[in-house]
T-cell receptor, first 116, second 110 residues
Framework: EPEVTQTPSHQVTQMGQEVILRCVPI?????FYWYRQILGQKVEFLVSFYNNEISEKSEIFDDQFSVERPDGSNFTLKIRSTKLEDSAMYFC??????????????FGDGTRLSIL | RKEVEQDPGPFNVPEGATVAFNCTYS??????FFWYRQDCRKEPKLLMS???SGNEDGRFTAQLNRASQYISLLIRDSKLSDSATYLCVVESNSGYALNFGKGTSLLVTP
């Protein structure tokens, strides 16, 4: 079964540094997403991306964050000037279509980001 | 009011039991609904989409009540491997963002 893959599985970074999280969505999917989950809390939406542009973003996704699809397979989340509160599990997801019960989102196994 | 609310549990049930989880959502305009499961510190995995007329997938049955803004998941003949956190998920109006509940924890014991 096709999978969303994420690297690295764990990233440890000093506060104030920049970090890039990488994702390879499922190959025939056209919509890409980033979510985060702070330990003990619910999964929260960050951003969706389609046709090389952001289609929706949450309040969390401020100027500190950016996304990019640098080539035909990778989808990246960049966090500039990381803060302690950015420590979380970051999940990438993809879907074939943009919405509806017939276009569910499939999640990668996440990158655990630890800010020291 | 939270967008998606679930009873956090935990639900402790013996193998073979039937267990039901409930979920309410606040946005009456929501159109798409899902149940995902999440094992400890793992990614959410799609369990099933929830169709308007209700749907069944093996031991799992999902129901939607739009008037009450209520979604349910029924698990029959529980297995040890069903132990996980069950996430009620509602698609946003835009159709892109998924709004997750905090999840209901299930522990199936021998």
């Amino acid at each position: 079964e096709p999978e969303v893959t994420q690297t690295p599985s764990h990233q440890v970074t000093q506060m104030g540094q920049e970090v890039i999280l990488r994702c390879v969505p499922i190959s025939n999917h056209l919509y890409f997403y980033w979510y985060r989950q702070i330990l003990g809390q619910k999964v929260e939406f960050l951003v969706s991306f389609y046709n090389n542009e952001i289609s929706e973003k949450s309040e969390i996704f401020d100027d500190q964050f950016s996304v990019e699809r640098p080539d035909g397979s990778n989808f990246t989340l960049k966090i500039r000037s990381t803060k302690l509160e950015d420590s979380a599990m970051y999940f990438c997801a993809s879907s074939e279509g943009g919405q509806g019960v017939y276009q569910p989102q499939h999640f990668g196994d996440g990158t655990r980001l630890s800010i020291l | 009011r939270k967008e998606v609310e679930q009873d956090p549990g935990p639900f402790n049930v013996p193998e073979g039991a039937t267990v039901a989880f409930n979920c309410t959502y606040s946005n009456s305009a929501s159109q798409s609904f899902f149940w995902y499961r999440q094992d400890c510190r793992k990614e959410p995995k799609l369990l099933m989409s929830v169709y308007s007329s209700g749907n069944e997938d093996g031991r799992f049955t999902a129901q939607l009540n739009r008037a009450s803004q209520y979604i349910s998941l029924l698990i029959r003949d529980s297995k040890l491997s069903d132990s996980a956190t069950y996430l009620c998920v509602v698609e946003s109006n835009s159709g892109y963002a998924l709004n997750f509940g905090k999840g209901t924890s299930l522990l199936v014991t021998p």
